[in-house]
């Protein structure tokens, strides 16, 4: 084999190969704008007077006929998980969860989320709302961190 048949065939292998990644990427990026996450249960409520304590669970769905997963391998974590209410952040569960796996048209629960809700955040809401419709009326908003880039998980 010739010096340049060589060349040419690693040239075709690396672009062949930059395209299969490039393909895989686009796959996984339309797949990951379609996850969603939800509120979908909390329990062991605690009240102080500086703040309420509580544990979540959140659900990921895909509703794609594609499996979505990550094994991090510290390059990509499920890094927060966020309450919010009328637009504002009222609490932030940092979860550093570097393996999710998401079949395709299924969820997965991520279970007793340890939450943290200074009063300072619900004041305005605690007089008309219970913790419950406080919660029903949040919204769950994630965030998977990859090289250190924060890409948002949308609420269902």
């Not at 292998?13 to 996450?37: D, M, V």
């Not at 409520?45 to 500086?50: E, P, R």
């Not at 940092?94 to 998401?102: C, F, G, L, Q, S």
């Amino acid at each position: 084999m010739t010096t340049k048949k060589v060349i040419g065939s690693l040239t075709l292998i690396l672009l062949l190969i930059a395209a299969y990644g490039f393909y895989r990427a686009q796959k996984l990026s339309n797949t990951f704008s379609q996850i969603r996450a939800s509120f979908k249960w909390a329990d062991n409520f605690k009240f102080s007077f500086t703040k309420v304590s509580f544990s979540m669970d959140v659900k990921l769905s895909n509703p794609t006929e594609d499996d979505f997963s990550f094994d991090g391998n510290n390059l990509a974590t499920l890094s927060e998980i966020s309450i919010v209410l009328d637009g504002k952040k009222i609490a932030t569960v940092n979860t550093n969860i570097t393996v999710v796996e998401i079949p395709e048209l299924n969820s997965i629960v991520i279970e007793n989320l340890p939450v943290e809700i200074p009063l300072e955040n619900l004041a305005e809401y605690l007089s008309v709302m219970t913790m419950g419709q406080i919660l029903e009326k949040s919204k769950i908003v994630c965030y998977v961190s990859i090289l250190g880039t924060k890409i948002l998980i949308k609420n269902e």
